[in-house]
RNA sequence: GCCGGAGUAGCUCAGUGGCAGAGCUUUCGAUUCGUAAUCGAAGGGUCGGGGGUUCGAAUCCCCCCUCCGGCUCCA
């Protein structure tokens, strides 16, 4: 699509437990069919184990389910899967006995063994299963013929597959099935569907519970759940799903990082604008989105003045026409515009995600309009604000990618060529470590996109770079140069954040509701022990607000237990006791959040005096 | 959009054909408390929506909506 960014929700499982060499642990080693020994947790042991534990799963499935078809069945991150296709979905029950047989299975200790067969072999040995055949036919297309095919077996049931496995099905120590899932054959949804099984395999029970722990850990971390419990967001089915209210307190997290970003946006030299949430139809045909993007867009509203308009699933359309708005000089470039823009996508229903993927949702946009010969200087500004940002904010980057020209796409190769070439250059300027994804770039230019990790280790792309050939060409920009021709600008479209929604959705994951100070809703709550305190404990309020402090007084006719459990659920960074002890001595009992206990005595002008000039953006106050 | 699962009070959940429940939240009353839950009472429900079966439906059937897990998509 023609500037339009989408951002991707990549939620990586995290590589969590004794993969990390610094655990020192001794390590059993594995014996694979093909002779080697690897350590059972290194990455090619648990990825042979896992792929191993699936042809077992399928052995499980073809036993209990004669007549069963198999698809397919890798190692993936942390587990794996294989597609079955039984004539009807998969019960919990099923899932109990398969789990039971491939326990036999992996009792009995069966040898795999590898055996090449011609295709032909192979294609009469594997004749009732109808996936197999399609891909022994595939690996002759594609390998021009290839002589043979590998088949691994073990005690009579076999499985097209390259292996290694590992040399017997005892090697298996721990694994746990844990969903059926429908998945279209070869991921093409106008195939049929097929029923996935999805299991876990570790090399240790050990590790598979330090797993499934931490998937309990992301659970705990869930943003929609800590949404509800921290009063920060909802939905409503009476607004429609994607579309989310923003409570006070969710509010104040988000405003405050828009005032980071607006403010950083000053700095490195952008000019906020405002456009409609609206355009006209005729917009979306120009910017080519009818066209390429309209499954994507809500449908459009008919006016009295028989104008379609259509709400806005981009922001760019509009800051182009700003930019046309009068002739611009080759002195003018580089020009930034900026915009916190909301937009609105009509993204498929089984996609939407809590704030994560959402149907309404405001980008920290921004359209960069440079002469050629500028273009690596303003990739090079954008990796240096997304570092300052990301350093503000506490986070990555931590894994950058690449993505070169598409097989279809738009714009010269001359373009292409300079663009491609300015992205690495600019990202080795910058330092910055890439991957290079070959032909994953849109169709209208080459991209960066950025990932950050969180706090337990998954990945998470917010940010991205595009450059763009295509739309200054539909909108037929241009500026003069210094030889008094008219040239056409390149065009960068940028979000450092991503969107709102989704970066506050990271956030609340990555610190588990516990923001640092400075974005908590609510900095501090002060308690009064009984009702007499709660004069003092006002003024106290009043004078940490001068400091710019976030305050809430809890003066509830509740026990001082009850507020402080109530303020340490809300997961406030401080909670201040006062009772007559602290009046007497002008001091307050800090509770500092995670510390587990108070501290005593502490004078109010110290706690204020930390936050002079506005709450720390990270620590606490040592207690 | 597709496959599967789920939807009962604000929240977490019990209730499988016969009077709709519990804990927390909320409101009221008492308690004025020293660092993660004081006591008591009350309120609160078209059982997601619509249609059907039945003497009788939260419960069985059909359609729809929403959410959850995947797939697909994320020009």
Request: hydrophobic share 35%.
């Amino acid at each position: 699509m023609p500037c339009g960014f989408r951002l991707r929700i990549r939620r990586t499982r995290a590589r969590v437990g004794p993969e990390d060499p610094e655990g020192v642990r001794v390590v059993a080693k594995i014996t694979l069919t093909d002779g080697r020994s690897v350590d059972a947790s290194s990455p090619e042991g648990r990825h042979v184990l896992r792929h191993s534990t699936s042809h077992v799963m399928a052995q499980a499935v073809s036993s209990l389910f004669p007549g069963a078809k198999y698809a397919i069945g890798p190692a993936i991150e942390d587990g794996f899967y294989y597609d079955f296709d039984i004539g009807r979905p998969f019960t919990p029950e099923d899932l109990d006995a398969i789990d039971a047989k491939m326990r036999e299975i992996i009792a009995e200790q069966q040898k795999f063994e590898h055996e090449a067969l011609t295709r032909d072999e192979g294609l009469k040995r594997f004749a009732d299963q109808p996936f197999k055949v399609e891909i022994i036919k595939g690996v002759e297309e594609s390998e021009g013929g290839g002589e043979s095919v590998s088949v691994f077996r073990n005690d009579g049931w076999e499985d097209l597959c390259l292996g290694p496995h590992l040399e017997h099905t005892g090697l298996i120590p721990a694994f746990k099935l844990m969903r059926v899932a429908g998945a279209y054959w070869r991921g093409d949804e106008h195939n049929p569907m097929l029923q996935r099984i999805y299991g876990t395999a570790w090399e240790s029970q050990e590790a598979l519970e330090q797993h499934l722990q931490m998937l309990e850990e992301a659970e705990r971390r869930d943003h929609r759940k800590l949404g509800r419990e921290l009063d920060l967001y909802s939905w409503a089915d009476e607004v429609g799903p994607g579309l989310a209210l923003w409570h006070p307190k969710g509010a104040l997290v988000r405003k405050t990082l828009e005032d980071l970003s607006r403010e950083m946006h000053l700095q490195f030299g952008y000019q906020p604008v405002f456009s409609p949430h609206l355009g006209r139809s005729t917009l979306w045909e120009v910017s080519g989105h009818l066209g390429y993007y309209r499954e994507n867009m809500f449908p459009a509203m008919e006016a009295d003045d028989g104008g379609e308009y259509i709400a806005k699933p981009m922001n760019c359309p509009f800051h182009i026409l700003i930019y046309r708005s009068r002739t611009r000089s080759y002195r003018d470039l580089p020009i930034r515009l900026s915009e916190l823009g909301t937009v609105y996508r009509y993204e498929r229903s089984g996609t939407l995600h809590g704030l994560l993927r959402a149907r309404g949702l405001t980008q920290d946009d921004s359209h960069i309009f440079c002469r050629p010969d500028q273009v690596v200087d303003e990739l090079l500004g954008v990796i240096e604000f997304f570092r300052a940002l990301y350093a503000t904010v506490g986070m990555g980057p931590d894994r950058v990618r690449f993505s070169t020209r598409p097989d279809k796409s738009v714009g010269s190769d001359e373009l292409w060529d300079l663009a491609q070439e300015a992205i690495p250059e600019a990202l080795r300027r910058a330092g910055i470590d890439f991957t290079v994804d070959e032909g994953d770039g849109t169709f209208y230019g080459p991209k960066i996109d950025i990932d950050v990790r969180d706090a337990i280790g998954r990945y998470w792309q917010v940010a991205t770079i595009q450059v763009d050939f295509n739309l200054p060409e539909r909108f037929g920009l241009e500026y003069t140069d210094e030889d008094n021709v008219h040239k056409r600008p390149v065009m960068i479209h940028r979000a450092l954040y991503g969107s709102m929604e989704r970066f506050v959705g990271v956030l609340v994951e990555h610190y588990a509701g516990a923001f640092p100070t400075w974005l908590a809703p609510v900095q501090t709550v002060i308690v009064p022990i009984a009702d007499r305190h709660a004069e003092h404990a006002a003024g106290l309020a009043e004078q940490l607000r001068a400091h710019g402090v976030r305050v809430d007084i809890d003066d509830s006719r509740e026990t001082m237990q009850l507020k402080v459990r109530n303020a340490e659920l809300q997961k406030a960074p401080y909670i201040l006791v006062v009772g007559d002890k602290e009046i007497e001595n002008a001091t307050v009992a800090v509770r500092a959040r995670g510390m587990g206990k108070a501290r005593f005595g502490v004078p109010f002008d110290e706690f204020a005096g930390v936050h002079q000039g506005g709450p720390p953006r990270e620590g606490l106050l040592p207690v």
